[in-house]
């Protein structure tokens, strides 16, 4: 479903992890190859070096909602936003830019039907990045990863989520 769903947008999007293949193997493993990302996740940045620098915040944040809107303008809402599904790319050039990886509990609205990896109602993600909705197990849309963000941007100038705890505390 990954596969699926990332064909649908990072073909249009330099923000979004590439596919380069995907099919299953001679056991029956589905498998999926990715462009190389050579850089560091926005989870071992925040480990190694602690809360980043506002500046450097401003300059990552709009890439990845450019991203996010391309996503979310067909259908495809990723679910489990969080640090460690950003990672940076440093060209040759010297230029770093983040993208978005793990689109594997995105859920496409046009054929979710089809596409939903777990039972309705059911919590999937990571719990403090989820918004109500998720945690809630009620339906997940745009709005969904909109918060995520926001929890993100505040773990990149803080060091830490907003809420922590079990899923009761959250």
Same mark, same amino acid.
């Given at each position: 479903q990954e596969a699926a769903v990332l064909g649908g947008i990072e073909a249009?999007?330099?923000?979004?992890?590439?596919?380069?293949d995907f099919s299953i193997d001679a056991e029956g493993r589905p498998y999926l190859v990715m462009e190389f =990302?050579?850089?560091? &996740?926005?989870r071992d940045e925040l480990a190694a070096d602690g809360p980043l620098d506002p500046d450097r915040v401003r300059s990552i944040v709009p890439p990845l909602c450019s991203a996010l809107q391309m996503a979310h303008d067909h259908g495809i *809402?990723?679910?489990?936003?969080?640090?460690?599904?950003?990672? &940076?790319?440093?060209?040759?050039?010297?230029?770093?830019?983040?993208?978005?990886?793990?689109?594997?509990?995105a859920n496409v609205r046009e054929a979710a039907d089809e596409t939903r990896l777990t039972a309705a109602h059911h919590f999937v993600g990571t719990m403090a990045y989820a918004s109500p909705e998720q945690l809630g197990a009620k339906t997940v849309d745009?709005? &969904?990863?909109?918060? &995520? =963000?926001?929890?993100?941007? *505040?773990? =990149? =100038?803080?060091g830490r989520v907003p809420f922590g705890g079990d899923m009761q505390a959250i």
């Amino acid at each position: 479903q990954e596969a699926a769903v990332l064909g649908g947008i990072e073909a249009r999007h330099p923000h979004v992890v590439g596919i380069l293949d995907f099919s299953i193997d001679a056991e029956g493993r589905p498998y999926l190859v990715m462009e190389f =990302l050579n850089g560091r &996740s926005l989870r071992d940045e925040l480990a190694a070096d602690g809360p980043l620098d506002p500046d450097r915040v401003r300059s990552i944040v709009p890439p990845l909602c450019s991203a996010l809107q391309m996503a979310h303008d067909h259908g495809i *809402f990723h679910r489990d936003l969080k640090p460690a599904n950003v990672v &940076s790319h440093r060209f040759d050039s010297g230029e770093t830019i983040y993208k978005l990886i793990d689109f594997g509990l995105a859920n496409v609205r046009e054929a979710a039907d089809e596409t939903r990896l777990t039972a309705a109602h059911h919590f999937v993600g990571t719990m403090a990045y989820a918004s109500p909705e998720q945690l809630g197990a009620k339906t997940v849309d745009a709005r &969904s990863d909109v918060y &995520s =963000l926001g929890v993100v941007i *505040f773990e =990149l =100038l803080t060091g830490r989520v907003p809420f922590g705890g079990d899923m009761q505390a959250i």
